[in-house]
T-cell receptor
C-alpha cells in the first residue's frame, strides 16, 4: 500500500538551533514530493516541492529538503529556526504519476522554544 | 486573484443533526476540488475529490457525502452526524502538480 510516514509526531527545539523533520514513503517507481506547513487554526500552505531535477530543493522561510531515492526519504531541514516557525508540518507524496491525489503523512509539530 | 472560501468557520452540532459545509473557489475555472478531514493527531484524510460538475470520487466509506452543483462550488454534507465526524475540514483546489491551495478550514464539533 502507498503510504507516507513522518517518524516524529513532535519535535521540540530551541530558537536558532538547526532542525530536521523526517519523512519516508513506501517505495514506488516515481514520486512527486511535497512539504506543507499549517499554522494554528489555518489551512495548509505549500512550503516546497520536488518534481524532478536537483534532489535538493529550497522553499519559503529558509527551509530546504533533500530527496533520497535509495532511502525513500524526503527530510525537511532548516539551519536556524525562529519562534515563528512553530507550526505543524506535513509531508505529502504523489505516487506514480497520479497527479491528482496527494497522500499525506500524519504531521510533525515543530515547537520552537526561546 | 485566486481565492478559496469555506464556511462556516466553526460549527457545533448535536449527534444526529444534518451538516452542510460549503466551499467556493474564485479566479479559476474547472478546478479539481478536494475535501480533507484533519482529526487530532491523525494527519489529513482525503474524503472526496471532484474533477468536474456532478463528478465525485469517494475515498473512504463514511457517514458523509459530497456534491458539486456548480463548477466552483463543492459541498460536504451529512444527513445524521456521528461523534466521530468531529474534526477540522479543509477544502482545497489543485493549482498545479501536487500544489493544493487550501481554504481556512471549518471546525466541526459534534456533541
Amino acid at each position: 500500500a502507498q503510504s507516507v510516514t513522518q517518524l516524529d509526531s513532535q519535535v521540540p527545539v530551541f530558537e536558532e538551533a538547526p532542525v530536521e523533520l523526517r519523512c519516508n514513503y513506501s517505495s514506488s517507481v516515481s514520486v512527486y514530493l511535497f512539504w506543507y506547513v499549517q499554522y494554528p487554526n489555518q489551512g495548509l500552505q505549500l512550503l516546497l516541492k520536488y518534481l524532478s531535477g536537483s534532489t535538493l530543493v529550497k522553499g519559503i522561510n529558509g527551509f530546504e529538503a533533500e530527496f533520497n531515492k535509495s532511502q525513500t526519504s524526503f527530510h525537511l531541514r532548516k539551519p536556524s529556526v525562529h519562534i515563528s516557525d512553530t507550526a505543524e508540518y506535513f509531508c505529502a507524496v504523489i505516487f506514480s504519476g497520479n497527479t491528482g491525489k496527494l497522500i499525506f503523512g500524519q504531521g510533525t509539530t515543530l515547537q520552537v522554544k526561546p | 486573484s485566486q481565492t478559496i472560501h469555506q464556511w462556516p468557520a466553526t460549527l457545533v452540532q448535536p449527534v444526529g443533526s444534518p451538516l452542510s459545509l460549503e466551499c467556493t473557489v474564485e479566479g479559476t475555472s474547472n478546478p479539481n476540488l478536494y475535501w480533507y478531514r484533519q482529526a487530532a493527531g491523525r494527519g489529513l484524510q482525503l474524503l472526496f475529490y471532484s474533477v468536474g460538475i456532478g463528478q465525485i470520487s469517494s475515498e473512504v466509506p463514511q457517514n458523509l457525502s459530497a456534491s458539486r452543483p456548480q463548477d466552483r462550488q463543492f459541498i460536504l454534507s451529512s444527513k445524521k452526524l456521528l461523534l466521530s465526524d468531529s474534526g477540522f475540514y479543509l477544502c482545497a483546489w489543485l493549482r498545479g502538480i501536487g500544489e493544493l491551495f487550501f481554504g481556512e478550514g471549518s471546525r466541526l464539533t459534534v456533541l
